[in-house]
Nanobody
Framework: QVQLVESGGGLVQAGGSLRLSCAAS????????MGWFRQAPGKEREIIAR??????YYADSVKGRFTISRDIAKNTVFLQMNSLKPEDTAVYYC??????????????????????WGQGTQATVSS
């Protein structure tokens, strides 16, 4: 069982930055694919970024502004969010999946491919 705890959300003005963290339990963190998703009110949960054996993936909407990274020693994955826009306002979720089932550019970019989820952290960007 893997437990994920997100932190780092908050209120920021447009153009500002936030850094989300996701602390994971478990001794095999390095073998997991990790993803960040977000869900805005009335919308479906969508992939934002993923890091796995297939490398990193970013949704077009955040490419060039957001960066996903992981610190294996600290069992933590990060999402650095720069140049934030009001449309980035959402609850951000961290997710983990055992990284041996899928490969390629679009591996682990869908909600159903993940096994564990955090509780979410709210990020609000004001105009």
């Amino acid at each position: 069982q893997v437990q994920l705890v997100e932190s780092g959300g908050g209120l920021v003005q447009a153009g500002g930055s936030l850094r989300l963290s996701c602390a994971a339990s478990g001794r095999t963190f390095s073998s997991y694919a990790m993803g960040w998703f977000r869900q805005a009110p009335g919308k479906e949960r969508e992939i934002i970024a993923r890091i796995s054996g297939s490398g990193t993936y970013y949704a077009d909407s955040v490419k060039g502004r957001f960066t996903i990274s992981r610190d294996i020693a600290k069992n933590t994955v990060f999402l650095q969010m720069n140049s934030l826009k009001p449309e980035d306002t959402a609850v951000y979720y961290c997710a983990a999946a055992k990284d041996h089932r899928y490969s390629g550019t679009y591996a682990y970019t869908r909600v159903g491919q993940y096994d564990y989820w955090g509780q979410g952290t709210q990020a609000t960007v004001s105009s």
